[in-house]
């Protein structure tokens, strides 16, 4: 209970809070939404809008046991997998997975173009494109995909005391045709360990790639902590589009 009053009360945004995501799906419009759904990113169009401060992302990272991917809290131990993310996210969590670095010299000339064009975007960059942008024709439909893959990875799968677009947020753009299939449970895994790593490394006092998509997971493990033995355990909110209901379910934990 404790838990969730940290994440439910007011606290100042941080870069990549949930309100803000959710602020920014409001206002989309419906052709954009059904190219988000058609990305495989519906689930994350319901994602709660809390604010979560930073003691609650720094007592996560230090309940995380890397030798084991589990976290371990005075609720119980919970084992971190791919599968478990894109069950709690709404995510493909099967397939190949992206690869963690581009080498500029071995793009082609047309994906160079690409990889400079976006090079060095800040959040608020790609956030003002990504809403101004019109999906009349193919080749804007093909670049509001591009912007908001790296949208949705800078502000919640992928966020980083990094503040512009790097070669780990440009790779998927240029798997455009494998992008519904790719492994997207793994790869915000890998964000996780490695954000949780370097925390613990350098001893920072704030965490080098936020957690906001670890607390999710961690409510969605929660919830269904009894429910064993089913194939895909949802959110409630996730599953029924209703973020509300999960809020209010929360809050009465």
């Known amino acids: 209970m404790t838990l969730i009053l940290l994440c439910l009360q007011q606290t100042k945004d941080l870069k990549c809070a949930t309100r803000l995501l959710s602020k920014k799906f409001k206002k989309m419009s419906e052709p954009k939404k059904a190219i988000v759904r058609e990305l495989g990113f519906r689930g994350l169009m319901h994602i709660p809008p809390m604010n979560v401060p930073h003691k609650l992302l720094k007592e996560l990272a230090n309940s995380f046991k890397l030798d084991k991917n589990t976290l371990e809290t005075s609720y119980g131990s919970f084992k971190i997998k791919p599968k478990t993310i894109g069950d709690a996210l709404g995510l493909n969590a099967l397939g190949d997975l992206f690869p963690d670095k581009m080498s500029y010299k071995n793009l082609s000339e047309e994906n160079q173009l690409i990889f400079r064009r976006f090079q060095g975007n800040t959040l608020k960059q790609l956030t003002n494109e990504m809403m101004s942008i019109g999906v009349e024709n193919e080749q804007n439909r093909l670049m509001f995909k591009r912007i908001f893959i790296l949208y949705i990875q800078m502000a919640f799968l992928l966020p980083s005391t990094i503040t512009k677009v790097s070669p780990m947020h440009i790779a998927p753009i240029f798997e455009m045709e494998k992008l519904t299939e790719g492994n997207w449970g793994a790869h915000v ?9 370097n925390f613990r490394l350098k001893k920072k006092k704030s965490i080098d790639g936020c957690l906001y998509a670890l607390i999710i997971i961690y409510f969605h493990l929660a919830k269904n902590k009894e429910k064993k033995g089913e ?21 009465q934990r």
Do not use: M
């Open 189 to 197: 895994l890998n964000f996780i360990i490695k954000g949780i790593t």
């Open 231 to 251: 194939e895909k355990l949802l959110c409630p909110g996730l599953a029924t589009g209703t973020e509300s209901s999960w809020l209010q379910e929360l809050e």
